[in-house]
Each structure stands twice: as structure tokens, then as C-alpha cells.
């Protein structure tokens, strides 16, 4: 797991399709090639990040927040959120932080216009 604004930084600056791919090369290996792609690691633990961040951590409130206007300040927060939910997938949780962010949280957690309930 990256440990420096720096290393997430290289993160936020390669395009969401290579990290997507590297996320299902770690998958792969922990898994020994039983995932199906991209998609497929996805989805595994998407649910589990959703319960994580949208539900526990709520970010359809904390995104009002003036510190969470940063992807690198975002991506530095959500690590350490969804380090033990990504863990046990033997996944970095920098990268998945970083492609939460890239994918765009509000959408992800499904959060209403800020201002609207």
C-alpha cells in the first residue's frame, strides 16, 4: 500500500482503464486467475466498498465538506476507510481509493444533488 501523497499521486495520474487492469492483475494473482476480467473483480468487491464508504463512512454527507474538494485529499481518506474491506481481497487500497475517486464517488454512492435531501 502506497504510504506518500506521492505514490498516490502516480496513482490519480494514470487513466481509470489501466488501473482497472491492474486491479484485476492482483486479484488474479491472489486468486490464481479466477477472476473474468475487469468487470468481474469489480463487482466482488464492489458491495462491500459500497457498504464501507457509502453507508458507514456516509459521503453523501461528508462530500459537503470543504476538505473533500482534493482527489489526492479524497484518495488519502478513503484508504484508510476501505483498507480492511480491500485487505482481505489482497488488493492496495490506495488503488482502489484512487479508482473510487476516478469513477466518481457521488455516482457511486448514488448521492442526491448537493443542497437537494
Known sequence: MPNSDAELQDYLNQPLAELME???IYRDAA???A???VSDVWRQIEPLLRERVCAEWNWCVRRQDA???EPL???TLLVSIIAP???QWQVPAALVAVIL???GLDAFCDCPPIGQS
Open 85 to 87: 474491506v480491500v485487505m
Open 31 to 33: 486468486t490464481g486467475g
Open 67 to 69: 476538505r473533500t474538494d
Open 35 to 37: 477472476t473474468r476480467g
Open 101 to 103: 475517486v476516478k469513477r
Open 22 to 24: 491492474e486491479l484485476a
Open 73 to 75: 485529499t479524497i484518495a
